[in-house]
T-cell receptor, first 113, second 110 residues
Framework: NAGVTQTPKFQVLKTGQSMTLQCAQD?????MSWYRQDPGMGLRLIHY???????DQGEVPNGYNVSRSTTEDFPLRLLSAAPSQTSVYFC????????????FGPGTRLTVT | GIQVEQSPPDLILQEGANSTLRCNFS?????LQWFHQNPWGQLINLFY???GTKQNGRLSATTVATERYSLLYISSSQTTDSGVYFC????????????FGKGNQVVVIP
């Protein structure tokens, strides 16, 4: 199993550009999440999904969109990038909620200039 | 919400030394995970340990759920153990969010 994969590993955007961060898992996990990690702020939940076709907002959803058309994929879209979105983004997945182990992807380091 | 505190925040170890990292949490949990964030930024699962003791090579972890703490032991440390160690517990807000501690920054010097 590849586990949780993310692409790209690094990305530089200009303010106002759009892009999609890709996340895929091959463990047949129903639950998938996007976090961002910032110095001094820890990891914060952006959006999450409890299965194909079902998504919801986390703590810091503004500026980000998600969709989940398949169990395997959970892309994160930035519609109009802002410097405040400079961060490291992690995708995570788990078989179920709360008491199930979560697995994290390798992360995408995004810089918005 | 649930609070997670880790200590010590920073630790410098001589290669070969042993160390103990501590994670305290403020409410009952049925899941606790330890992660290692390596210098390249990757979050590596170390242990899923809601209670009891587990061992994986030179690392072991113990969670005492009734007393709301977990310990991570590093024995015979190596330079590859450098990085930040996080513990995380579920928040039970219905969004599957994990609450992370601020981490233990570990530097192992040769």
């Amino acid at each position: 199993n590849a586990g949780v994969t993310q692409t790209p590993k690094f990305q530089v955007l200009k303010t106002g550009q759009s892009m999609t961060l890709q996340c895929a898992q091959d463990m047949n996990h129903e639950y998938m999440s996007w976090y961002r990690q910032d110095p001094g702020m820890g990891l914060r939940l952006i959006h999450y999904s409890v299965g194909a076709g079902i998504t919801d907002q986390g703590e810091v959803p503004n500026g980000y969109n998600v969709s989940r058309s398949t169990t395997e994929d959970f892309p994160l879209r930035l519609l109009s990038a802002a410097p405040s979105q400079t961060s490291v983004y992690f995708c995570a997945s788990s078989y179920g909620p709360d008491h199930y182990e979560q697995y994290f992807g390798p992360g995408t380091r995004l810089t918005v200039t | 919400g649930i609070q997670v505190e880790q200590s010590p925040p920073d630790l410098i170890l001589q290669e070969g030394a042993n160390s103990t990292l501590r994670c305290n949490f403020s409410d009952s949990v049925n899941n606790l995970q330890w992660f290692h964030q390596n210098p390249w930024g990757q979050l590596i699962n170390l242990f899923y340990i809601p209670s009891g003791t587990k061992q994986n090579g030179r690392l072991s972890a113990t969670t005492v759920a009734t007393e709301r703490y977990s310990l991570l032991y590093i024995s015979s440390s190596q330079t590859t153990d450098s990085g930040v160690y996080f513990c995380a517990v579920p928040t039970y807000y219905g969004n599957n969010r994990l609450a992370f501690g601020k981490g233990n920054q570990v530097v192992v010097i040769p």
